[in-house]
């Protein structure tokens, strides 16, 4: 894990092709993890292991869409 401090010099450097962060993203850090500057997520354990997968990805999307 490289925190969120990659994620932000990356952003800064403005590079050009797009890059995805990966790896401890939820539903719930989004915000935080957007807040860097990334503009794409994978997001994998957190849908997978939710009760309820199509209702997980929603919830993903809206926080995506949130930060648009």
Known sequence: ???????????????PIPFFCIGGITRKNIPEVLATGAKRVVIVSDILTAP????????AQAALNASI
């Open 1 to 15: 894990p490289v925190g969120l401090e990659v994620p932000r010099l990356i952003s800064e450097l403005n590079p």
């Open 52 to 59: 309820d997968s199509a209702a997980a990805v929603r919830e």
